[in-house]
């Protein structure tokens, strides 16, 4: 199995991807008798139709076993979703540009900061949540609405990626 390289998580770096959720390096301006920063748009929920609704949910994810084969992709068609950490805790993120079928070379890994959330754009391939503590709680924005929102793809033998998140566990 190929070994996949972790990325710091950047704004420049996941662009192609969708948009990291972080108050560093975004514009904001004072709200509330200026008590208050207001850091404004820091991503856009993406709906499929009309009649899609955004909502906000909770996962709570427990941390997978590391090394980690990266032998599947998921991707929302008719919508973005958006993951952010309650907790200020550190998770992985893998990725794969929207196309009809995600291509194992392009696969990319980034690690959060804890203080960084990420909006997958609508179609992007991704892997379910891989979060790096167990009971980790994550704000997530995405769509409801008619029809199936959630394709997977499962890679051959030959195509999959190992993930060694082990560097990143809270012990």
Known sequence: MKLLKVEPLTKEAFTPFGQVIETEGSNHF???NRSTERYHRLADVELGSSEDKAII?????NRLEYPLAINMLERHP???QAFIPMQRQSFLIVVAPAVGTPNASDIRAFISNGHQGVNYGMGVWHHPILALEDASDYLIVDRTGEGPNCDEHFFADDEIYTLDGREYLNN
């Open 30 to 32: 004072m709200i509330n």
């Open 57 to 61: 949910s909770i996962f709570r994810a």
């Open 78 to 80: 008719q919508g973005s």
